[in-house]
């Protein structure tokens, strides 16, 4: 069985795109483009059966996880029993599977005698209808209209959005050096460190992912870019990248509303995924009024 755990390859994105649209349960971790951000903080490997595609994970302490397996709800249970033989026979641990979304736990109806399952808010996504961030339209985004159109007249005729490539890495990268030195906290400079890296990696891969890029520039200087994906069968916009210049006011709220009418115009949400329990992101996230969240739990095998 060991012998069968892959390596997450560039090369095997076909593969691994048709694993995560046989389940669509509009979660950030749904995202394949995630997944390839990500995988260089945390390792990932996966194997697969005649039902599914099952994850094994390994934290920066070393310790073993999964995520919820890639497969049709009606075998979610038997690719859920097939991570948790691996987890007990090979690794000779208990599993423990992480972001595991509301209808997953309703469908593997696990017993409490064996199972310890746990609400965890720090990764709930937050989903939001694409209409109101193009237009900010309501009394809810009053404060918001107010600063993108403060920031369309502090700038007027000075600030341009762009479509972007990997004909524009250097700038973003560059970009994203400013943002980590304007951040204190060392741990932060690891997790931009971590995101520069894979945001490079799928610069330099783009004809195998389908997203866009948006930048804003301010006298022709990138002051922010974003990146998202679409997935037709809920709908949705994920959002795994945005950055701006946060000395600038209204930037956010332009960014956010530009890229959605210049990229995607006919979606209907927009996913932009959890504030990792951070009180500032949180704040931010909520004052944007979210449609629903999606909720997430931890599964710990007793």
């Known amino acids: 069985m060991e012998d069968q755990l892959k390596e997450i390859k560039i090369e095997d994105y076909d593969e691994l795109n048709k694993y995560y649209n046989l389940r669509r349960p509009e979660t950030a971790d749904s995202n394949l483009l995630d997944l390839f951000l990500w995988e260089n903080s945390y390792p990932t490997w996966y194997f697969t059966n005649e039902y599914g595609l099952m994850w094994v994970a390994k934290s920066g302490k070393g310790q073993y996880y999964s995520s919820v397996p890639c497969c049709k709800d009606k075998d979610l249970k038997k690719c859920f029993l097939a991570t948790q033989k691996y987890f007990n026979q090979v690794l000779k641990k208990k599993l423990t599977m992480y972001l595991v979304d509301k209808k997953a736990i309703e469908t593997l109806e696990l017993p409490e005698k064996d199972y310890i399952i746990i609400q965890d808010r720090t990764y709930y996504d937050y989903v939001y209808d694409a209409e109101k ?3 900010f ?5 009053h404060k918001k ?3 993108l159109n403060s920031f369309k007249r502090d700038y007027e005729g000075r600030y341009e959005f762009r479509l972007l490539s990997k004909k524009n890495q250097q700038e973003i990268l ?4 400013i943002w980590k030195d304007n951040k204190s906290d060392s741990e ?3 997790f931009i460190e971590s995101e520069a890296k894979g945001i490079r990696f799928i610069l330099e891969h783009e004809n195998i992912f389908n997203y866009k890029i948006g930048g804003v520039y301010i006298d022709d200087r990138l002051e922010a870019f974003c990146i998202g994906n679409y997935y037709e069968q809920e709908d949705m916009v994920y959002l795994p990248v945005e950055k701006a210049n946060p000395e600038i006011r209204g930037l956010y709220q332009y960014i956010c509303s530009q890229f959605l009418i210049t990229a995607f115009p006919g979606a209907g949400k927009e996913n932009r995924e959890d504030d990792m329990g951070l009180e500032g992101l949180r704040k931010s996230k909520l004052s944007y009024n979210p449609i629903y969240m999606v909720e997430k739990y931890t ?3 007793k």
């Not at 339209?137 to 985004?141: D, L, Q, V």
């Open 145 to 147: 209209k107010n600063h």
């Open 174 to 177: 560059e970009f994203l050096d």
């Open 137 to 141: 339209s309501g009394k809810k985004y």
């Open 133 to 135: 961030l193009r237009t």
């Open 188 to 190: 932060e400079h690891e």
């Open 299 to 301: 599964i710990i095998q």
